[in-house]
Each structure stands twice: as C-alpha cells, then as structure tokens.
C-alpha cells in the first residue's frame, strides 16, 4: 500500500537556525512529490514539485530534495514569516498527502 | 495570479440541514477538487471534476453530491448534514495534464453542524 509519512509532527526554531523536514514513502511507481505550506486558517500554497531522485528545487531559504524513499525540505536561516505547515504529498495512482509538520520559527 | 474563491468562511448549520458550498476559479482550469482537512486525518479528498458536468468520486464521498454546471464553478453538496462533518472543507483546481502538480487553493470553510 503506497504511504506517505512526515517527520517530525511539530518543530520550532529560533530564528537564523537551519533544519530539514522529513517526508518518507513507499509507493509502487512514483509519479511526483509536491511539497505544499499552509498558514493557519488558509489553503495550501504550492512551493515545489520533485519527479526524480538527485532532483532539488530551491525558493528563497527553501531547498527540497528527493531520494528513492525520501524528501527533505531544508530551511536555511529561518525567519519567523516561515513559521506554518508544511504538506509533502505523493502521486501514485492516486494522490496521497501527508500528515504535515508544524513548524514554529521564534525571533 | 489564480484565485479560488469560497463562498463562506465559516458555517454553522443544524444536523439535517441542507448545505451548499460554492467554490469559483478564475483561471479557466479545467480540474476543480474538494476536500477535507481534519485534524490527525489529513487532506482528504471527496470529489473531483474534470470538466463541465463531470465528477469522480475520491476517498469519502459517502454523504456529499458534487455539481458543475459552469465550468468555473463547483459545488459541494451535504443531502442532509451530520455533526461527522463538521470540518474545514479545501476547494481546489488546477489546468489539465497537471492532474496533481500544481493545485491552487481557496482559503477553506470551516462547517460546523449542530
């Protein structure tokens, strides 16, 4: 059964310090790993789409990675304004999302 | 840029009711999508359209009705609610041949049933 799994539920930060969230698989036939933000109240905002493993994609202090059975999405130097969910989803024969991780960036 | 518009941001209805949530996009996408978040269960999706008066069930579309007769908007319907739906319920679209990779979201109602 293809699933998806993030790592950890919640994180905080102090401003400036650098950290990686965690987004692991296992899907028979990986079509695209989107990672999304959500701020509390709203819908998610798109930030990146991943199709192969070695692919990265950056944004501003945004950088995600993709192996065969994981993604991360390093934040370099943080800033309070990042503080929201983040939501890594997966396209196998369907889409499956995960759970989201908190993150908390305090200044 | 794509704006997804939801017609209420917050909805108290009383369990039996009829409730209607309207959701509009202005990017002429061809696919639109409704979920529900809850807390511990994710992003769930209930249906989703392709185009004009087509619909496909996703994971739980037991007690909902979709319609789209425009092809900018979509419908969710709950026949009679019940308090397992109050949720937060995510509109969603996206262009053709990008089934997945880039959906644009409206803000969400946060339904409440009594």
């Known amino acids: 059964e293809d699933q998806v799994t993030q790592s950890p539920e919640a994180l905080r930060l102090q401003e400036g310090e650098s950290s990686s969230l965690n987004c692991s698989y296992t899907?028979?036939?990986?079509?695209?790993l989107f990672w999304y933000r959500q701020d509390p109240g709203k819908g998610p905002e798109f930030l990146f789409t991943?199709?192969?493993?070695?692919e990265e994609k950056e944004k501003e202090r945004l950088k995600a990675t993709l192996t065969k059975k994981e993604s991360f999405l390093h934040i370099t130097a943080p800033k309070p304004e990042d503080s929201a969910t983040y939501l890594c989803?997966?396209?196998?024969?369907?889409?499956?999302w995960g759970l989201g991780t908190s993150l908390a960036v305090n200044p | 840029d794509v704006k997804v518009t939801q017609s209420s941001r917050y909805l108290v209805k009383r369990t039996g009711e009829k409730v209607f949530l309207e959701c509009v996009q202005d990017m002429d996408h061809e696919n639109m999508f409704w979920y529900r978040q809850d807390p511990g269960l994710g992003l769930r999706l209930i249906y989703f359209?392709?185009?004009?008066?087509?619909?496909e069930k996703g994971d739980i579309p037991e007690g909902y009705s979709v319609s789209r007769e425009k092809k900018e908007r979509f419908s969710l319907i709950l026949e009679s609610a019940s308090t397992n739906q109050t949720s937060m319920y995510l509109c969603?679209?996206?262009?053709?041949?990008?089934?997945?990779?880039?959906?644009?979201f409206g803000p969400g109602t946060r339904l409440l049933v009594l």
């Open positions: 989803a997966l396209r196998s024969r369907k889409l499956i």
């Open positions: 359209s392709y185009d004009v008066k087509m619909k």
């Open positions: 991943l199709y192969s493993a070695g």
């Open positions: 899907v028979s036939g990986l079509r695209g």
């Open positions: 969603a679209s996206s262009n053709a041949g990008e089934y997945v990779e880039t959906q644009y």
